[in-house]
């Protein structure tokens, strides 16, 4: 999951804006400003937003809602934000280390497998196998959404035999077909990060 790191060069962490109860417009700058820097993907499932997608700004901790900032903010489909399981993992540690906010620790610790499911690296850690239970990485619709849309691209793409420039080209033209963009990386062997790298400035609106 690509879209769970954060740095202090985000405009919402710069421009100290927070998530405020009643302050609708706040708000929705808010959840544009993190769209933008999630290069339109929810960050929880991967998945590319469209325009009729119901997005949300969430709080990782639920608890802190309306006294947290920037750092427990992601811009995540509904959907997503309604099976992440808040009770069951109450106070567990990775609330505390945040180690998913680093991109590098958390592709050490956590990794997609070929096939579909998302799974711990080393089967003794327990607090990465929970963050992927917590938020639901492999949940049975996002597994089943993910595999289906892996089956028809290979499909496609071997029926047309485009090589990996082609398929490149394919994405630049289509960037909706880049949902689960770090699945499309291992399943397609392809090197998908100029459409996840952050180019914005911190000084953007």
Not at 91 to 111: H, L, P, T, Y
């Amino acid at each position: 999951m690509k879209f769970l790191s954060k740095t202090e060069e985000s405009p919402v962490f710069q421009n100290g804006l927070t998530y405020q109860k009643g302050k609708t417009q706040n708000n929705q700058r808010i959840r544009e400003l993190l769209i933008k820097e999630q290069q339109n993907f929810c960050a929880y499932t991967e998945k590319y937003l469209n325009g009729m997608d119901s997005v949300d700004v969430e709080h990782f901790d639920s608890s802190l809602k309306y006294e947290d900032d920037y750092f427990n903010y992601y811009a995540v489909l509904r959907k997503a934000n309604q099976y992440k399981k808040d009770e069951k993992y109450k106070g567990a540690s990775f609330f505390e280390n945040k180690f998913f906010q680093k991109r590098e620790v958390f592709d050490a610790r956590i990794r997609y497998v070929e096939g579909g499911d998302y799974e711990e690296i080393d089967l003794d850690n327990t607090e990465a196998r929970d963050l992927i239970d917590f938020l639901g990485f492999n949940h049975e619709f996002l597994h089943r959404d993910r595999k289906n849309h892996i089956r028809r691209l290979k499909n496609l793409f071997s029926d047309a035999n485009w090589n990996r420039e082609k398929q490149i080209e394919y994405f630049q033209q289509n960037k909706s077909e880049l949902s689960f963009i770090t699945a499309l990386e291992v399943e397609l062997e392809l090197d998908l990060s100029a459409f996840y790298q952050n180019t914005h400035s911190p000084h953007d609106p």
